[in-house]
């Protein structure tokens, strides 16, 4: 099995955990069915995020860099 480190670099991971971060910062409190809009923090252009109305897995991403979490 490969580590984390041989797949990602150290930038990835910051970006990755800054984005989840944010994401999950701006989904707290949101119901399920409901989409918000955040400020990306690696590019600063808009990005959703959402609960899903079957599971409630949380989800984000944006437009404009690409970055993307999801449960």
Not at 5 to 16: A, C, G, Y
Not at 30 to 55: D, Q, S, W
């Amino acid at each position: 099995m490969k580590k984390l480190e041989d797949v990602f670099t150290k930038e990835d991971l910051e970006e990755i955990f800054k984005f989840s971060k944010a994401a999950s910062n701006a989904l707290k409190g949101v119901r399920r069915g409901v989409e918000v809009e955040l400020k990306c923090p690696i590019c600063g252009e808009k990005a959703h995020a959402g609960v899903c109305t079957n599971n409630g897995h949380r989800h984000a991403k944006c437009g404009a860099c690409g970055r993307a979490f999801i449960e």
